[in-house]
């Protein structure tokens, strides 16, 4: 591992990160924070441009006559069930994220949206669960299912090893450039692996410090909680990382899936049931109707607030995912092979879309039902996102054990997310072993945790977003080449 030069660099290239953050974290915050506005102001239109068309690349790959290639030999068939392939692609593509946003990003969209007073108060909360849809949904798994497609295809199609760089090698031969490009191409996305699964620790470990703040009334004074459930995560990940992938990833992703489905349905029985389901058609209507086209907006002619909005949550989010996408593409790719290029993208697209649109129906619509009956305070978002969630479910029967509930999913997440990224990671390390060393996923599991300590000290989850974001601006570039090199491997394909 450490005789590796991609490693080495990879390596020191995320110690500084650590050493800075670990210094001096406000003023990297401060760093990211200045150069994102920048990238966002400069390019937000080719972001949401990119995004779009890996959406409807991969609709035009499902419906096209290359759905029927399989991702593997004729022979082969799906490692796992549908159930747990779509759990750990679940779990590991979001996770933590829909317990932390499930009612605090509508009511913040809802709170903007009426600040701007161009949008009736009837449209306002149809209009804020949209935009959440839009931010969770198949823009999101198209950046990731495209990634993944391509690793799996290269892969478990023409044997490469699962690593970002073996695309341009396949496809371009071994020239120079080819080599040069696919170096760099792996330097970044294990940098980008590593920031943003950090990232996904720090706010996990917000969540779930606040949930156990209100679970047991403990007043929080300094870092003394959080830190204290950064220790545990990280004694609790270990044991995943030394057993097999298909015995550690796949229990925790379907138990953490089962909670959340749980309680979803707990909410959905307890509040107003029709209020949900009308919510959550409606919006589903809409979602069908206006994803596609919204997926080309810039807001150029509007005034600055609704710029600043647009960069803080549609371009963050895309940036988010597209740092993601490395980690997570690799990992789907990994638990994928055996299906179909159509199974696979209909797989990846539908699942995940359809469970988000009645998570955020379900959890957005009891946001707006108890912030309109005086039983939330809907500026708990502006004051202290984290706590949004366990303040919702303490307005409800049998509050203690919902709370209870949440903080054990999300630690969960975090643990699977951890997990996972360890193993992709470890993969790179081993030039593209599918059952990497135990010793390469513990050591990667100790540096994702001290880069998950930085981001914790940094205090803010804007801050953690804003750092995230930095990561993932190469990608938008390595994964429209790799988009290429798939296309160019079809055209080669004898079966079709």
């Known amino acids: 591992m450490f005789r ?18 670990l210094m001096d974290a406000q003023a990297l915050a401060a760093f990211a924070a200045r150069t994102v506005s920048v990238i966002l102001r400069s390019r937000g239109w080719f972001i949401m441009l990119t995004a779009s068309a890996l959406l409807i690349i991969s609709i035009w790959l499902a419906l096209s006559r290359f759905g029927q290639i399989k991702l593997g030999r004729p022979e082969d068939e799906p490692e796992f069930s549908t159930f747990s392939w779509l759990a750990m692609m679940f779990a590991a593509g979001m996770g933590v994220g829909l317990l932390f946003y499930g009612a605090a990003e509508p009511i913040s969209h809802f ?41 799996a295809y290269f892969t478990f199609r023409r044997q490469a090893p ?84 298909s015995k550690g990833m796949a229990a925790l992703s379907n138990t953490a899936i089962l909670i959340a489905i749980s309680l979803m349905v707990f909410v959905l029985l307890v509040g107003p049931t029709h209020l949900f389901m009308q919510n959550i058609v409606e919006g589903f209507g809409e979602y069908v109707t206006n994803v596609l086209p919204h997926g080309f907006r810039s807001y150029t002619f509007f005034q600055e607030s609704v710029g600043q909005w647009f960069s803080a949550w549609t371009l963050n989010y895309m940036l988010w995912w597209l740092a993601w996408a490395p980690f997570v593409g690799v990992f789907i790719a990994r638990i994928s092979r055996g299906r179909t290029i159509r199974e696979f993208i209909l ?19 009891m946001g707006f039902y108890q912030g309109a009956a005086n039983q939330l305070d809907p500026t708990v978002v502006q004051t202290d996102i984290n706590r949004t969630t366990f303040l919702l479910l303490e307005t409800m029967p049998l ?12 630690f969960l997440f975090i643990v699977t997310s951890v997990v996972s990224a360890a193993y992709v990671l470890s993969m790179f390390s081993t030039g593209g072993d599918q059952d990497p060393p135990v010793k390469v996923k513990l050591t990667w599991g100790v540096i994702l945790g001290a880069l998950g300590l930085v981001m914790i000290l940094s205090g803010s989850a804007d801050a953690v977003r804003q750092i995230i974001a930095l ?11 790799l988009v290429m090199c798939l296309l160019k491997a079809l055209k080669r394909e004898k079966s079709v």
């Open 4 to 21: 590796n030069p991609l490693m080495v660099t990879a390596l020191s290239l995320t110690a500084a990160v650590s050493i800075w953050g």
């Open 111 to 151: 709170l903007f949206i009426q600040s701007q007073g161009d949008i009736p108060v009837h449209r306002a909360g149809p209009t804020a669960l949209f935009l959440t849809y839009f931010h969770w949904g198949l823009h999101a798994w198209a950046i990731y299912g495209l990634t993944a497609l391509v690793i």
């Open 162 to 245: 699962p690593l970002v760089s073996a695309p341009v090698k396949i496809v371009f031969g071994d020239k120079p450039w080819a080599r040069t490009v696919g170096w760099l191409m792996d330097l970044l996305a294990i940098y980008a692996i590593a920031i943003g699964l950090a990232g996904s620790i720090a706010l996990g470990v917000f969540q779930v410090e606040d949930g156990v703040a209100t679970l047991f009334d403990i007043q929080r004074t300094g870092l003394g909680l959080g830190l204290s459930i950064f220790v545990v995560l990280c004694l609790a990940y270990i044991l995943p990382l030394m057993v097999d992938l």
């Open 347 to 365: 797989g990846v697209l539908l699942a995940p879309t359809t469970f988000s649109i009645f998570w955020f129906g379900i959890f957005g619509g």
């Open 399 to 410: 509050s203690k054990m919902t709370i209870a509930a949440t903080i054990v999913a999300a």
């Open 471 to 481: 990561s993932a601006n190469p990608f938008v570039f390595i994964i429209l080449f």
